[in-house]
């Protein structure tokens, strides 16, 4: 389903359809949305205004008739757009072969929502660059109960919580990963996770049961240790198109300033450690910064088309009904255009040209789970606008220690690594330096890379290989040039 969207929404953005028949479109869409999201907030109070919302509701159906005309027309006068989708098919095995690395694996997970005997069944493909390989597991009761556990991490550190979230994630390493162990290729692991495993952090599932004695988070063997870990939403998204050798990117950061803010009524903590993070990517990245009043919905909107990285530290809030609604909050001080709520829904109606979107904020891969569609969150809506990958939280982050992990991702990134390696490699940096009492998956686990994994900077090591072979053999050509001139020199004396 989302590959398909995805494939619309880039046929639509290109010289196919003209963009006045594009943005009626997505006007519509947008303005459908936003009136089904005032009858949802009608309904929620406690004594409805029943005129309202029927008012409302009469002007859903004469606008979702608009969209079908304005859709029938682009049907009609514009042929190849719809022979173009009819051949948006899903991505032959072979393809997602070709285009994986022999240290790279797939594991798919394809979980039943019916139960047998108090069980669920789950069928775990993997796929690698000469195999394809599965194996069936069946899940028993304490699956939900441990992935609530893993859901709502805990920062206190009492006994009952630390036995309750080791053996939740012990448990899900038993189950999801220790199966299929025999059929990992290298240590690289793409998971496409399905139902309840969207909620799940990978990196924090623990390989072996703490002792009884072991009382605390530090030393523990999680999964982060053997295996760099990114997301993908099915297969035939696993990778973008290969880009080689790749200039630095610039990188666009937001960070509103939330003193003396209210938006409608709601007021919002500061946000201490964005400061200290935006400051350490540009240390290593040009670009440009959107601070306090400047980092407004309007100024965001007007940058969103520059193929750059975009760097989101601020607030999300998610709504748990229906996640169209979710919405990052944006400076509204002297934003006189837009009222600071970005919708999920908006998002997904935009043209993204990023290769990478770090959503810095708490919740944002958090969202609506829809059987075999899997999770509605703030990130897929990034991926579906056409962002190449998205670093996303799988639940509230800690300001400070977010702070941390983001500033040695952005540093290995400048190294030229892989996305998903410099994440592994900012986590694994952060648990060799932090006290036992920040040790917890809490404060590191939640950021995940989601998506295609290319460098976003120069790969040094590889540019100077590069070069040294171009001079090495520069070199050998001129030795052999000046050695024939030399001979021809002394046969002709």
């Given at each position: 389903?989302?590959?398909?969207?995805?494939?619309?929404?880039?046929?639509?953005?290109?010289?196919?359809v003209?963009?006045?028949?594009?943005?009626?479109?997505?006007?519509?869409?947008?303005?459908?949305?936003?009136?089904?999201?005032?009858?949802?907030?009608?309904s929620?109070?406690?004594?409805?205004?029943?005129?309202?919302?029927?008012?409302?509701?009469?002007?859903?159906?004469?606008?979702?008739?608009?969209?079908?005309?304005?859709?029938?027309l682009?049907?009609?006068?514009f042929?190849?757009?719809?022979?173009?989708?009819?051949?948006?098919?899903?991505?032959?095995?072979?393809?997602?072969?070709?285009?994986?690395?022999?240290?790279?694996?797939?594991?798919?997970?394809?979980?039943?929502?019916?139960?047998?005997?108090?069980?669920?069944?789950?069928?775990?493909?993997?796929?690698?660059?000469?195999?394809?390989?599965?194996?069936e597991?069946?899940?028993?009761?304490?699956?939900?109960?441990?992935?609530?556990?893993?859901?709502?991490?805990?920062?206190?550190?009492?006994?009952?919580?630390?036995?309750?979230c080791?053996?939740?994630?012990?448990?899900?390493?038993?189950?999801?990963?220790?199966?299929?162990?025999?059929?990992?290729?290298?240590?690289?692991?793409?998971?496409?996770?399905?139902?309840?495993?969207?909620?799940?952090?990978?990196?924090?599932?623990?390989?072996?049961?703490?002792?009884?004695?072991?009382?605390?988070?530090?030393?523990?063997?999680?999964?982060?240790?053997?295996?760099?870990?990114?997301?993908?939403?099915?297969?035939?998204?696993?990778?973008?198109?290969?880009?080689?050798?790749?200039?630095?990117?610039?990188?666009?950061?937001?960070?509103?300033?939330y003193?003396?803010?209210?938006?409608?009524?709601?007021?919002?903590?500061?946000?201490?450690?964005?400061?200290?993070?935006?400051?350490?990517?540009?240390?290593?990245?040009?670009?440009?910064?959107?601070?306090?009043?400047?980092a407004?919905?309007?100024?965001?909107?007007?940058?969103?088309?520059?193929?750059?990285?975009?760097?989101?530290?601020?607030?999300?809030?998610?709504?748990?009904?229906?996640?169209?609604?979710?919405?990052?909050?944006?400076?509204?001080?002297?934003?006189?255009?837009?009222?600071?709520?970005l919708?999920?829904?908006?998002?997904?109606?935009?043209?993204?040209?990023?290769?990478?979107?770090?959503?810095?904020?708490?919740?944002?891969?958090?969202?609506?789970?829809?059987?075999?569609?899997?999770?509605?969150?703030?990130?897929?809506?990034?991926?579906?606008?056409?962002?190449?990958?998205?670093?996303?939280?799988?639940?509230?982050?800690?300001?400070?220690?977010?702070?941390?992990?983001?500033?040695r991702?952005?540093?290995?990134?400048?190294?030229?690594?892989?996305?998903?390696?410099?994440?592994?490699?900012?986590?694994?940096?952060?648990?060799?330096?932090?006290?036992?009492?920040?040790?917890?998956?809490?404060?590191?686990?939640?950021?995940?890379?989601?998506?295609?994994?290319?460098?976003?900077?120069?790969?040094?090591?590889?540019?100077?290989?590069?070069?040294?072979?171009?001079?090495?053999?520069?070199?050998?050509?001129?030795?052999?040039?000046?050695?024939r001139?030399?001979?021809?020199?002394?046969?002709?004396l």
């Amino acid at each position: 389903v989302l590959r398909n969207e995805i494939k619309e929404n880039e046929i639509l953005y290109s010289s196919v359809v003209p963009d006045s028949l594009l943005e009626a479109r997505n006007k519509l869409s947008g303005t459908i949305a936003a009136y089904n999201k005032m009858i949802l907030d009608e309904s929620r109070i406690s004594v409805p205004d029943s005129n309202k919302i029927s008012l409302w509701k009469d002007a859903v159906f004469n606008m979702n008739r608009e969209i079908e005309d304005v859709t029938q027309l682009i049907n009609n006068k514009f042929p190849q757009y719809q022979d173009i989708l009819r051949r948006t098919d899903p991505v032959p095995l072979s393809v997602i072969q070709r285009n994986l690395n022999r240290y790279e694996t797939v594991v798919d997970y394809f979980l039943s929502n019916q139960y047998k005997d108090g069980k669920r069944n789950l069928v775990i493909f993997l796929i690698s660059k000469s195999n394809l390989e599965f194996c069936e597991v069946w899940l028993d009761s304490l699956f939900i109960k441990y992935t609530e556990v893993i859901r709502n991490f805990s920062t206190q550190n009492s006994d009952n919580d630390f036995i309750t979230c080791t053996s939740a994630l012990s448990y899900m390493y038993e189950y999801l990963v220790k199966p299929v162990n025999g059929f990992i290729k290298g240590e690289k692991l793409i998971i496409i996770p399905d139902e309840e495993i969207a909620w799940l952090p990978f990196d924090a599932f623990l390989e072996n049961v703490p002792e009884k004695d072991h009382t605390d988070y530090d030393g523990l063997q999680y999964l982060v240790y053997n295996h760099t870990i990114s997301y993908a939403y099915t297969s035939s998204l696993t990778h973008g198109k290969r880009s080689g050798l790749t200039r630095r990117k610039e990188v666009f950061a937001f960070s509103p300033d939330y003193s003396n803010s209210d938006v409608k009524g709601e007021s919002y903590d500061l946000l201490y450690g964005t400061n200290k993070e935006i400051e350490s990517i540009y240390k290593r990245f040009r670009g440009k910064k959107f601070l306090s009043d400047q980092a407004s919905e309007t100024n965001f909107m007007q940058s969103i088309r520059q193929p750059a990285l975009f760097h989101l530290a601020m607030h999300s809030v998610s709504d748990s009904i229906n996640s169209k609604y979710s919405y990052l909050l944006f400076d509204t001080h002297c934003d006189t255009v837009e009222d600071g709520k970005l919708y999920n829904y908006e998002i997904s109606l935009t043209r993204i040209k990023s290769p990478m979107v770090v959503l810095s904020a708490c919740n944002s891969g958090t969202g609506t789970l829809y059987h075999g569609e899997g999770l509605m969150s703030l990130a897929r809506g990034f991926i579906l606008a056409g962002a190449t990958s998205v670093i996303k939280t799988a639940w509230e982050v800690n300001d400070e220690t977010s702070a941390a992990i983001i500033s040695r991702f952005y540093y290995h990134l400048s190294e030229g690594k892989h996305k998903d390696e410099a994440m592994r490699q900012a986590k694994l940096d952060y648990l060799k330096v932090t006290p036992p009492a920040y040790a917890s998956p809490y404060f590191w686990a939640p950021y995940e890379v989601i998506g295609e994994n290319e460098p976003v900077a120069t790969r040094c090591r590889l540019f100077v290989l590069i070069l040294s072979i171009f001079f090495m053999i520069s070199a050998g050509f001129l030795v052999i040039y000046f050695r024939r001139r030399r001979i021809f020199s002394d046969r002709s004396l």
